[in-house]
């Protein structure tokens, strides 16, 4: 056998056969952070809920901006590059350097955020908006802590080791889940009281997850004591891409948070039923705990997506980069067109399950206490909004990776940038249909990612060449086949179940779905199921390569 060859495909298995890893471990965190979820949410749906999903979408904004967003893929890439060219001992020092200013950077944001949110508490107001800013105080130094965090997951991750930022969550989702579910309690009827506790939970587990994270580079050889001098030679280029990509992926993240700024502003509550926009008055579309049951659909429709597609790029990044750093084009297209054939399986046999069985899962999850069945049903029309882009969104995180692989950070933004207008008019134009409310940003989104998915397919394509477009489209077909026989047999079980209880219908259909579709691709030869299912072998002989079959 060919030694070349034998070692790429033994580092590509190892990659993707970490997916599976993560897969398993994310599975278990996101049960975790599904019974936090229900603890929150069973407090009820109303303006006190509202602001503590708007105040968590804050430190959250920064989160994604920096720990899993502009950070992080300018980080892996030089990261791995300098591993690849100058050996372990340099890479330990440039990772030292970026914890130190990024830390740094960091609390001096910190610092000017909680002075913004204690001005904003002090001034005349009504009540829910002061509360919505002693939680943002409250939880906002979370920032710090999970982007330090991120930092250090993909620093393991360019390692090869993937366990640890895989359960990392767990420990967040353990203490609000002792907050939310033993701890609050204990405040019987006050419910500010109760979800004061739920916040101070957010930020004494940042601190427990970093300690972790830092602990374990230690162990495993990395210079964890942050520095700012000397500069590493890697540093600049990081900087170089992550100016650019800070001002665009900002604009992209902060209308996230516009989203939830404006399901706040657009709610009616006892005081005001209309929006005073320069004079106008606008009528509020929404009712109070909008935030609340749009983010109960949202942690359903990421559940999957966390459990499955997250898992696979964050295994086949730091892969990508290797081949990227290497020029290896040939593995590069061929693992690109591997992982989106499994993002596309996994995405649309997903979203068809959660759009058809959105109303008794919803139910069963969330429908207790002071989350009323109605607000479950409410919860579940966002839920089959969402539903109707999985696959986009699943496609969306192999397609990213692909492009911060090539270190080009900025193709993904400026088109997602773009959306964002598309995105705003949709909400719009959708939001004061009646009864629509909140299914306004599901709908939105599902489409606002189908374009953005589509487009980054079409521009990697021209940039690489063709990687596979023939398999793809095969490899659609078959899932849309395995996706009818699913929902013919769902759809004919729910019909017998007739009026059963919710546990019996979900404890029935998913898995009768899941083996009709698993059946229906089998017989037409996938071989995205065993990879799904663990069945990658190591071949004697090298795989013909996409560029030879086109």
Known sequence: MNTKFHDEHTE?????SSAKTVAVITLVSRV????????????????????????FMIPNLFRRLFGEGALASVFVPVFTETTEKEGFEKASKLFANSLGLLAMFLAAIMVIGQIIFVIIALLPGPADR??????????????????????????MNCRGHFTFPAAAPIIFNIFGIVAAWWLAPLLRSNLQGRLLIVAFSVITAGVAQLIAVLWILHRSGFNVRPHLKPVEAGIRPMIKLLGPMLLSLGFLQISELFQGAIAWALTATEASKTFNLFGWAIPCPLTAGVITRWNAAKAL???????????LGVAVFPLLSRYAARGDTINLRDSINRALRLSLMEGMATGIGLYILAEPIMKLIYARRNFTPRDALEAAFVLKMYALGMWAYCSYQILVRAFYSLKDTKTPVKVSCVLVFLNIALIFGTIWIPDFEAGAFGLSTAVTFAFNAAILMYLLRKRLGLFGGRKIAVSFARTVVGCAVMAGVVYLLRYQLGGARNWIVVLVCIPAGAIAFFAAVRLLGAPELRELMGGIKASKEPETSISQQQ
């Open 301 to 311: 429709y990421q559940f999957p997506m966390g459990v499955l597609a997250i898992p």
């Open 12 to 16: 590509r298995e190892h990659f993707f």
């Open 130 to 155: 002061k509360f919505l800013m002693v939680l943002a105080t409250i939880m906002f130094p979370y920032m710090l802590t999970v982007c330090l965090l991120a930092l250090g997951s993909a620093t």
């Open 32 to 55: 975790f952070g599904m019974l936090r979820d229900m603890a929150i949410t069973s407090l009820g749906a109303n303006r006190l809920t509202d602001a503590y999903g708007l105040a």
